[in-house]
């Protein structure tokens, strides 16, 4: 373990904090339930917009950006929306040293706003699908506050798009879901299970909302990303419409899904370990880290130049390279340093090494010196992008394995419960129950139905709160 | 002239209306001085982004994110700051359905909130420089708001960096003045005067402000971009201070530096024309358009084979390529649809062009039958990087000449009053009032010092508001 890091075994909620302050992802803020995303933390969000960015636009989306502030009114049209926002809104009174006629809502999301202008963008059939997003702040106002996962105000991309038909809307909804759960696969090396929300859990607003649910070192879960098809809720409000080619006036189908800073929190609680981060490369900041050892002067110079040399080649490359030649602090020092940031290779050069004519290898996944192996200097920048993609590969296998072994098949609320209380993690159980059995498991399990998969087995079962026979299987778990 | 375009001679602030309107780059929001930012005008903000952002890490600055509400206390402990920004603050009064203890502010600039946190980071010499930058939305009271260039929230970056002397700041505070310089002039063809703001133009809270000032069509002023040397302003009053070297508390010297989505109204006004928004080639979110010409079925599928092929020959080259091959439309119709946008350059190609083996080019700077010429097909791919770097010269060179052309050496207020009248533009001339002055000199003419240009001649005159003898040339301009 490192120093200044509790075990995560001991105090996962304490862990995770130790992490963050140590690896200097995020710090609070002087307002309660704020947070600021320190460079190393925003750097890994910079690598999430970009790999998801790209998903976006290959599939026909373009970033546009619409105002902070909606007008009160605005919100409260929309009923299911309103009921589910209202208690978490921050509220503009004055502005410009007066206090404002209509108050202002700082945006907690931007259906009522989009569709408002779609109203006046949108005429025809010619006009759709219509296929925005935008990467933005949100503000939720929030009483239990943890940097990440839950914080008044977080970043976020909010994806909203108009469609002529309900088919092509659900479409939509379901090839977001698979955007995101392929980039938290392939790139956060984030195994997820895609399913539907129950009505409880679903979005304010939506007809039904999708949901990726990871699993996290605990054994929690954490929804890492929402999908939502709202049909016409928003369009009969907002009166959008548009001429279809049968000349009728037709309300849009509509869907809006997003992902936010929550993901960086996701990333730290499946990968990381007793010594601090573990970043999969495709997100790493820094994906290898250079620490040159040389024990006195004579060797130094040698060193430094075959490192610079070094990570000249791997930059040239591609790789996310730095050289860690600050004076002044021990090997060892610089090791933890890395290591609690979780740059996933490390290649230590000495002038024993560059006499053979290698480096040390140390790939954070498997430290210490079991993992350590040699890489030939003359092959190193063609070896590091294949060593990366092996190190991305058992980092998924890794979380997969984990999710898989903390994955039970129980039949009974008592079953349940007792199990969950010793081994949290996810419980597959046949359900047939509503919002009301959802409330009466929460109250007594604290374990919420995180997603109904999209995978379903076949046969039946009898529901483990209804006692009902049904088809269908949830998925249970705490839930952040 | 365009249809539905004003000739921006009869109504420059008409026309640029106009321009966005049908370039589709902006539209009002329901909230008073807000705008949308639409898909087109969003995409130049991000290749703004991508290039700046580029320039930032490369001079080892690293991205941040700071909180959006800071307590309203905040920004009172620095005096300058708060008597600059109080008029124009939007306040938070309530939170999560209950009325604040300590109101917030929407941030109108993080000077405060980030001092606050350096004070937390920076304890020794080794903490130094720290070198931070965000990308964000900021929100200031608007009266007058105006697409793009005022308007109440604007997106933008803020550079916050913290160092150990006064040198050294200082040198920060022009190195980011010229990379903005570098940034206006070869990415969006803006030719500027880089120069000191007076101590009445000064950022509040700054000891010295220093401007970028570009010349619009109508030979108005555009701040395009301050960079501010604060001095140990904010770090007296926020505590930060570190441990030198000497082992003496010391106060940090900091500089703040800034543009915002302002630089596309900027872009729009430099470049445009009569017939809609022109776009220098490095900026433009489509640098090719290629509309294909075919008159029957016959020849139809022949030209958009073509057509494709040349689209992905020049998307392997990195030239951001759009094909119309949209129908029920006639050429004429899409030549206008994409002149309006400023696309850089448009590929005709119809059968005979197929025949003779070329397209027929048409570069936006140079329209009408004039400027067009052929290309050979076989060597197209190849050439158009070519063509788009001459456009873009072309472009930064027509800028200049404007300004330089609508730039005037005056050497009375008489003279000053008399030209400005009929000749908006720059005017150079001898300067040595204060605040006074400025504000005389602006109720008379309605111009202002713009800037006090690095670049001085040799030489002294008299000053044209007090007559004093003085060494010092500033820029009088209308500005926006």
Known sequence: MAKNITDPRDDFARWYQDVIREAELADSAPVRGCMIIRPYGYAIWENIQASLDARFKETGHRNAYFPLFIPESFIRKEAQHVEGFAPELAIVTHGGGKELEEPLV???????????????????YRDLPMLLNQWANVVRWEMRPRAFLRTTEFLWQEGHTAHATEEEAREETLR????????????????????????????????????????????????????????????????????????????????????????????????GDGNGLRLPPRLAPVQVVIIPIARDESSRARVL??????????????VRTELDDSEGSSPGYKFNYWE???????????????????????????????????????????????????IQSEMLLEARRHMEENTHTVDTLAEFSESIAERPGFYSVWWDGGPEEEEELQRETKATVRCIPLDQPEGTGR????????????ILARAY
């Open 106 to 124: 700082v945006r907690p999301t931007s259906e009522t706003i989009i569709n408002h202008m779609f109203s006046r963008w949108i005429n025809s």
């Open 176 to 271: 977001m879901l698979r955007i995101y759960a392929d980039f938290a696969e392939n790139v956060a090396a984030i195994p997820v299970i895609p399913g539907k929300k129950t009505e409880r859990e679903k979005f304010a607003g939506a007809v039904d909302s999708y949901t990726i649910e990871a699993m996290m070192g605990n054994g929690w879960a954490l929804q890492s990303g929402t999908s939502h098809y709202l049909g016409t809720n928003f369009a009969r409000v907002f009166e959008t419409t548009f001429l279809d080619s049968g000349n009728e006036q037709q309300y849009v189908h509509q869907t809006s899904w997003g992902v936010s800073t929550r993901l960086v929190g996701g990333v730290i609680m499946v990968h």
């Open 305 to 318: 130049e075959a490192a610079s040399a070094l990570r000249e080649s791997l930059k040239i490359r591609g």
């Open 340 to 390: 609690v940031r979780g740059v996933p290779l490390r290649l230590e050069i000495g002038p024993r090494d560059l006499e053979e004519g290698q480096v040390t290898a140390s790939p954070r996944n498997d430290p210490g010196r079991e993992g350590k192996f040699s890489i030939p200097l003359a092959s190193l920048p063609e070896d590091v992008p294949g060593i990366l993609d092996r």
């Open 463 to 474: 529901c483990i709160m209804t006692g009902r026979k049904t088809g269908t299987r949830v």
